[in-house]
């Protein structure tokens, strides 16, 4: 195996963030007035996501559209106060309003936006987590999950994430 650092792009709404109630929507206005929109991470999901850093050491690209609403130390500071370890370094670029333009394009536009990434920095070991399918553009690098109420704590994510970085 080489040396080379593993990249995880990294959806938030269905991956991370997943519950959703007036106390913890309301406490986040608190702590975060410019997320009003946003709600804390899952406890559990956060968890999981931890596991796989400690084990892969990564760097986390944010691929979420979060990134057109919020920059990137507002995100870390948001990413601190839910208890993840690791900060994001970077985002992908943003193609939407550019090439796509459509809902029926948005998982084309991500996928792009993240194989956009994966070639101008010629990354080698990667993966992609999403509860879009990007399976049609992003066959051999991404883990789905579908499950907007279980999101990366999903009963065989942890392990299908770990043996793409791993492998």
């Known amino acids: ?37 946003r709600c804390p991470f899952n406890k559990k999901a956060v968890k999981k996501f931890n596991e796989i850093c400690a084990k892969v050491d990564p760097v986390i690209i944010l691929s979420s559209d979060w990134k057109d609403h919020y920059d990137i130390v507002l995100m870390n500071e948001f990413f601190e106060w839910n208890g993840i ?39 080698e070991r990667w993966v992609a987590i999403d509860d879009l399918d990007l399976s049609p553009w992003i066959p051999n690098n991404f883990v789905h999950t579908p499950k907007s109420n279980e999101g990366i704590k999903q009963s065989g994510v942890k392990e299908k994430i770990l043996h793409i970085l791993l492998n």
């Open 1 to 37: 195996m080489t040396d080379i650092k593993p990249y995880i792009f990294l959806d938030i709404d269905g991956v991370l963030s997943l519950d959703f109630d007036e106390y913890t929507y309301s406490n986040t206005k608190k702590w975060f007035p410019k997320m009003i929109a």
């Open 85 to 123: 370890t690791h900060p994001i370094t970077d985002y992908t670029i943003s193609l939407w309003g550019d090439r796509f333009f459509n809902l029926q394009e948005l998982e084309e536009c991500r996928s792009a936006e993240i194989n956009a990434f994966v070639s101008q920095y010629d990354i």
